[in-house]
């Protein structure tokens, strides 16, 4: 089992990811009353995100969870991975605007993201922001780090010709 498998904010995006396959499923098997055709097709556009929300999370974290990786980076999958979680309870209101009966399945899901919320605040909280390289986007940088900083690595000196002849060995 890979490290980033025993994280509790990982077991807990894997339940969500389940529970929005349940959740499909059972749309899926519901006769809901679509007055019109777009609302057939809205419903199926909002399943089809649902599924890619739920299964974007757990990627991310395993993606955003080794803590050699720059801190710029894990702040943009843990961006994300909230977007994605925050989409998923837009998500269960669309199901619910357009007819899903079972608004209990989706009482729990707005449940399993709010306790996923609290992992993943606690998680974020262990990132390094001290292992970074400027952000010239001016987003993920750490506190008192601007993009227009001076990088302290450009003061190394370099140069090129002091590598001459390495391209014979």
């Not at 357009?98 to 974020?124: C, K, S």
Request: hydrophobic residues 40%.
């Amino acid at each position: 089992m890979e490290q980033w498998e025993k994280l509790p904010v990982f077991q807990k995006a894997r339940e969500i990811m389940d529970l929005v396959g349940s959740i499909i499923e059972s749309v899926e098997k519901t006769d809901i009353e679509f007055g019109d055709p777009i609302e057939v097709e809205m419903m199926q556009h909002n399943l089809k995100y649902m599924g890619m929300n739920a299964s974007i999370i757990p990627a991310k974290i395993a993606g955003a969870s080794s803590e050699d990786m720059l801190y710029d980076i894990r702040m943009e999958n843990a961006t994300i991975i909230r977007k994605a979680a925050m989409e998923l309870i837009t998500d269960a209101r669309g199901l619910q605007m357009h007819g899903y009966p079972d608004t209990e399945y989706l009482d729990i899901l707005r449940n399993e993201v709010e306790e996923f919320r609290v992992l993943f605040a606690e998680w974020v909280k262990t990132f390094d922001c001290w292992n970074y390289i400027i952000d010239r986007w001016g987003l993920f940088n750490p506190p008192g780090v601007n993009y227009d900083d001076v990088d302290p690595d450009d003061d190394i000196p370099f140069n090129f010709d002091d590598f001459d002849g390495f391209d014979d060995l």
